[in-house]
């Protein structure tokens, strides 16, 4: 629902994700690809049908549900980074691991600001920082605590070609190390090139499935 009415974003999506796969989500702008994202994660509720992960149905969670399963399962990265402004690298990677209750927290965080080559900007605010930075705060605030399921929403789409690629690797990186499934948004053909799996939307539907050459 919007303020103009109901509008209808995706038809007819069936698709099955295995666990430790790559997969691709591509399309024109507006095809549907982000808002497939954000319902695979919870983040949007969908008006119909079923979205299982992990052996649990999403779609009939609440609010405070959803949230504890992301918290416990889940690490999301988007395009604007989302950084917290009034908080160091260092507490924004920490962040999540707090909430979760873990006592470790700040040596956890810590050591993925390390791994993401920000070892010597743990105490910088996300104004003093590149935008290649904070799109590294944001991975490694994603994947210290260890989610079994990345999403990333065109996490290279604000950045330039050489920062781009940059956290490309490191995406991929994480993946290798921590064994997650990854799901992402992009328009890089060099991004999707390295998913196991690519799915084409048009108008909300699923237009071409391609495995990885």
Known sequence: MGNAGTVDILHDISLDVTSGETLGLVGPSGSGKSSLLMVMGGLEMATGGQVQALGQDLTAM????????RRDNMGVVFQSFHLIPTMTALENVATPLELAGDRDAFAKAEAELDAVGLADRLDHYPSQMSGGEQQRVA?????APRPRILLADEPTGNLDETNGRAIMNLLFDLRDRHGAT?????HSAD??????RVIRLRDGRIDQTKAAA
């Not at 991975?139 to 994947?143: V, Y």
């Not at 990854?182 to 992009?186: A, F, H, N, P």
């Not at 991004?191 to 196991?196: E, H, N, Q, S």
Request: with cysteine.
């Open 139 to 143: 991975l490694a605030r994603a994947s």
């Open 182 to 186: 990854l799901i992402m948004v992009t």
């Open 191 to 196: 991004l999707a090139a390295r998913c196991d």
């Open 62 to 69: 609440n609010e405070d549900q959803l949230a504890l399963f």
